[in-house]
């Protein structure tokens, strides 16, 4: 078999973000002939690194998201590495995430429309179903749960695409370890009560995540607004969830009945799969005829934020040059180089 070696290099263009491991960049892939290839590029950070579980557990869950190809889950390129450095480059999706898609409606003191919201939610479905159904190319089930559901991973593109991004600190059965239960991963408001309870996670688990994260879009309101682990459960355990028609008329009985079942603390009343909680969703919105659609979600993104969604990518430039790339920042060293990435051709 040949290989072909290659040095890939990345020209970071702006900080996008600085998230929970390290910060998101918007970046360029360079290649031959003036080849440009828009990209986001992640950083873990520096005091990650030092702690050895963290890099597995990084690393891993890259290589077990390598070949998840689908139109809702925000695509993998490349794991990298630079000066102690680790990085993941992933397809740029130039849109909103849901944690400001919610802001952006509260600021109005408005709510997200019904349908709408729907049809943001049976997309994730279709993106956790997918990934929790996926296999090997050896054919063995991959056993992925994604762990961390929350508004943040979920991005609206203007184009009006549902993408379901960070499989981060998702964890294959097949790799946890057996002191699981005393890592806690995911964040304390969107955990679902098996995560929570250190019972392990399911894909059920996250179906739970998406019920909350389907609550706060349709009733701007969290539904575990706690800021430690056993109030988390005790308010689980002790305290049944809000209707959410209370808190938002327009939702109707249907759709409230569909909220709830996936909000279900006891997994055997819960869908038991997100396909199941994604075909309600699915009968709900199209039950009467012509639903929301792609082209429908693109529009109101665009009423929402009518500056940002006709303005061309901050930073790049048709027939951009090296040196027209402006605020250039440095990944973990301190020099402006581009990254480079040199494949071995391994893997
Ligand atoms: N591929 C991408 N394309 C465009 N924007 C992205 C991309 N990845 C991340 N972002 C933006 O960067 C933000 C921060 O991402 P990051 O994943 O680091 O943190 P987070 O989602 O807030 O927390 P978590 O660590 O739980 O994922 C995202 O919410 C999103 O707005
Ligand atoms: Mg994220």
Do not use: W
Request: one cysteine or more; charged letters at 20%.
């Amino acid at each position: 078999m040949q290989e072909i070696q290659y040095l890939t290099s990345y020209q970071i263009i702006r900080k996008l973000a600085a998230g929970g491991m390290g910060s998101v960049y918007l970046a360029e892939q360079l290649g031959a002939e003036g080849f440009r290839k828009v990209v986001a590029l992640k950083t873990i950070k520096k005091e990650f690194l030092k702690n050895k579980e963290n890099v597995d557990l990084f690393v891993g869950e890259a290589k077990l998201v390598a070949d998840l190809i689908h139109e809702n889950v925000l695509q993998v390129y490349q794991l990298g590495m630079t000066r102690g450095t680790y990085y993941i480059v992933m397809e740029y999706a130039h849109g909103k995430n849901l944690s400001d898609f919610i802001k952006a409606h509260k600021d109005r003191h408005k709510v997200t429309n019904v349908d709408i919201g729907a049809f943001v939610i049976s997309r994730v479905c279709r993106a956790l179903h997918y990934a929790h159904e996926a296999k090997s190319m050896g054919g063995k089930p991959l056993n992925i749960v994604h762990r961390d559901v929350t508004p943040s991973n979920v991005i609206i593109t203007y184009g009006g695409v549902v993408k379901l991004t960070d499989f981060g600190i998702a964890k294959a059965v097949v790799m946890a370890t057996p002191d699981e239960g005393e890592v806690i991963m995911g964040k304390l408001p969107y955990m679902s009560p098996e995560q929570a309870k250190f019972q392990g996670t399911t894909a059920q688990s996250d179906v739970f995540s998406l019920g909350l994260v389907m609550y706060e879009l349709l009733t701007n309101t969290v539904v575990y607004n706690v800021n430690d682990i056993d109030d988390l459960v005790d308010k689980m355990d002790n305290y049944s969830i809000k209707p959410p028609r209370r808190l938002n008329p327009h939702i109707p009985e249907k759709l409230e009945g569909i909220m709830l079942k996936a909000l279900e603390v006891n997994p055997a009343n819960r869908y038991q799969t997100a396909r199941e909680f994604g075909q309600d969703l699915e009968h709900y919105m199209y039950d009467g005829g012509y639903g929301p659609t792609n082209e429908k979600l693109s529009r109101y993104l665009a009423r929402l934020f009518p500056e940002e969604s006709t303005q061309a990518i901050a930073g790049v430039h048709d027939s951009s040059h090296g040196t027209n790339v402006s605020g250039l920042l440095p990944v973990g060293g301190g020099s402006s180089q581009p990254i480079s990435q040199e494949d071995s051709g391994e893997g």
